[in-house]
């Protein structure tokens, strides 16, 4: 038996020597696989993981070989690439290389594909609603991207004020966007809602969300009323102990608050603008009457609360000053400075006023620097000086100066008026200090006549000299800006002189020529009307001279010469009498009308066209009305 269990155990030995050793392959992948969506922002972890390698080495890079972006951690069968945070260069595609031993080689790519939309709308409504005054609804939604895909909408009561989108934009990284939209509330809107829905609407990337909502009511201004003081831990303290006190108003807008207290000499200290007053130490000259007194600077209300307490001084502001000066020029550079004292240490932020932290120039800590600054960095800036019992405002204004810019003439009613209206001309410009503004004429010998140091140039009854170019000047000590305007008058046809040669009176066969001549801006067209039994003959001309050749008795007759412009027109009667016929009957000349309008002066071309129908020999006859009727 011993035998045959030795056999089988040696059997059983020797069937395990036999069993093939099972190796696996050498492997890898990179997880997650392919394709990744992060939130800017947040930590993005790529692995790269082996197997069938007792001792890979790893790299990684990107394909365009930029910059990692991130923190390599190889392990014993797996590597890391730590994005913490990610941003906006680590938008690649990652390469992991594997090497086990000496000739084998593995690599796999993961994309990276960011964007940025990590919070709800924020609604601004501005100025505070009052019934039938305009207010602005702006919303803003905080560092998105990419922002080339933001769809936004503003909604009333889920009716759609204003929907915008910006397809066009080509920021680079993450920005918050702003839309605005302006009306004109009514009483019926008080109490709705107005709410800001922005879209993300990215379909090649899958996140959440990809659409963000924001609501805010529509309040109406009351108050102020309820007013009342709180103090705590009571209104009788003991000395040294810490007494807070708080004033509670109902009002919309939120009242401004001024503390006052009533001294012994029956005067009135003015303390704080705050709705808390805090004291950390309570001492006996600290008692007495304070006042609350609450003032809603919309509804223009006030309204008073009191009660004997101690209050403690909130935090006061030292120092506010600009360097070099509070007037400079552009391109200057600038420094705010702002010291405070105060029980505990006040907090400090320089900005410029209602400039909210992501909006405008703005710091925390006493100095705030504005390199070259321009026109737009002038006006008002505050320093605002905060601990947990109160806070302390301190204002100080920039006056940047700089030449003239935006130099505008607009002209009342038009640059081309009819002779007698009345032209207001008006130049605008921004500058500081305020430009001065001159008007300039140019003369006929191209000088520009100085005649008038106004904003606004009238000139009554307009003539034709007060055609011409007119120039505007807005200068100040820091430059010059000019502008010029080109004037038009408009006048119709005067002064008209006809001449008819040799005279109205003629014989068959002779020749006769009108002539006109008159002054007129824009030039005068004439037309010469003969005033027939059946129908009137209308002749219009490009010259002021109409020539009869060898006329008839049939030419005889009413003459109508019309001479107009746009802005009028003048009517001359000629009467031509045609008596007898001339010797020459065998040689005709037939009638023949030439015209042509000229204005202004008269051209004497008389000799020449006598000469011409002297020469002109065509036989048999020819009738002005026959001749006309064939034109018309």
Known sequence: MRRNGKIKVENAAEFMYVLPIVVKAFEMEIIPANRIVAQIGETLILTCNTTGCASPSFSWRTQMDNPLGGIVNNHRTYSTLTMNPVSIVNSHDYLCTVFCGEKEKKEKSIKVELYSFPSDPIIEIRPSLVAGEPVTVICKIPDVYPSDHLEVLLKKEGYILHEENFYE????????????????????????????????????????????????????????????????????????????????????????????????????????????LSIPHTRFTDSGLYICEVINLVTNKTEKATVDIVIQGSPNITE?????????????????????????????????????????????????????????????????????????????????????KNTVISVIPATAVKEGETVMMKCTSSGNPAPVISWKKKTATGELEKMFKNATLPIQNVKSQDMGLYECEAYNQFGREEKAVKLLVQVPPQNITVLVYPSENVKEGENVTITCSTYSNPPSQMVLKKVHQEKEIILSSVNGTFILYNVTKNDAGRYLLDVFNEAGNNVKVIEISVVGRLEKTDQMIPLIIAFSCVTAIAVPVVAILI?????????????????LRLKV
């Not at 070259?372 to 601990?387: H, K, P, R």
């Open 169 to 276: 934009d080509d920021s680079t990284n993450t920005e918050t966007k702003t839309v605005t939209y302006s009306f004109n509330p009514t009483s019926e809107d008080i109490g709705k809602e107005i709410t800001c829905v922005a879209k993300l609407p990215i379909a090649y990337m899958d996140f959440e969300p990809k659409e963000r909502v924001t609501s805010q009511k529509l309040n109406t201004n009351f108050g102020p009323k309820n007013t009342i003081i709180t103090a705590s831990p009571s209104n009788l303290p003991m000395e040294g102990d810490p007494l807070k006190l708080t004033c509670v108003t109902e009002s919309n807008p939120p009242t401004q608050i001024v503390w006052r207290k009533h001294l012994a000499d029956e005067s009135i200290q003015h303390l704080i603008e705050n709705n808390v």
């Open 320 to 404: 506010l000053s600009i360097e070099p000066s509070i007037t400079v020029q552009e391109g200057e550079n600038v420094s705010i400075q702002c010291s405070a004292e105060g029980n505990p240490p006040p907090k400090i932020i320089l900005r410029r006023k209602s400039d909210s932290a992501d909006m405008g120039s703005y710091s925390e800590g006493r100095i705030l620097l504005l390199p070259s600054v321009t026109f737009l960095n002038g006006g008002d800036y505050e320093c605002i000086a905060e601990n947990k019992f109160g806070k302390s405002k301190s204002e100080i204004t920039l006056n940047v100066e700089y030449g003239p």
């Open 611 to 627: 000469y011409l129908s002297r020469k002109a020999k065509i036989n048999g006859s020819y009738s002005l009305v026959k001749a």
